[in-house]
C-alpha cells in the first residue's frame, strides 16, 4: 500500500522560510509526479507546484519565485521550499503522488504563517 507522509510544518514568521517533505513508502518505485496543494480555511484546495519523475517543475503565479519543488529519489521523497511567507500562505499543504495510474494523498501538514 502506497503512503504519502508530508512533514515540516508548523508557526511561521511573516517573510520567514519552510521547507515541507513529502515521503513515500509501500514502494520501490519512483513516484512518477508529485503535486504539492494548500487548502486554506473556507477555499478549495489550489496547486502550488508539482514535479516530474524527469525533475520538470511548474508552479501557479500566485507562489513563483516563492516556491521551489525537489526530489530526493533516492529516498523517494519530495520538498516545497517556500520562502518569504505571508499570512495567506496559512494553510494545510497536501502532497498527491502519481503512481501506475493511481494518485495517493497525504494527510497533510499545517502551516501558519503569522507573527
Known amino acids: 500500500q502506497v503512503q504519502l507522509v508530508e512533514s515540516g510544518g508548523g508557526l511561521v514568521q511573516p517573510g520567514g522560510s519552510l521547507r515541507l517533505s513529502c515521503a513515500a513508502s509501500g514502494t520501490d518505485e519512483i513516484i512518477e509526479r508529485v503535486d504539492w496543494y494548500r487548502q486554506a480555511p473556507g477555499k478549495q484546495r489550489a496547486l502550488v507546484g508539482f514535479i516530474t519523475s524527469g525533475g520538470s517543475t511548474n508552479y501557479p503565479v500566485s507562489v513563483s519565485g516563492r516556491a521551489t519543488v525537489s526530489r530526493d529519489s533516492a529516498t523517494n521523497t519530495v520538498y516545497l521550499q517556500l520562502s518569504n511567507l505571508k499570512p495567506e500562505d496559512t494553510a494545510v499543504y497536501y502532497c498527491?503522488?502519481?503512481?501506475?495510474?493511481?494518485?495517493?494523498w497525504g494527510q497533510g501538514t499545517q502551516v501558519t504563517v503569522s507573527s
Open positions: 498527491r503522488g502519481l503512481l501506475r495510474g493511481n494518485f495517493y
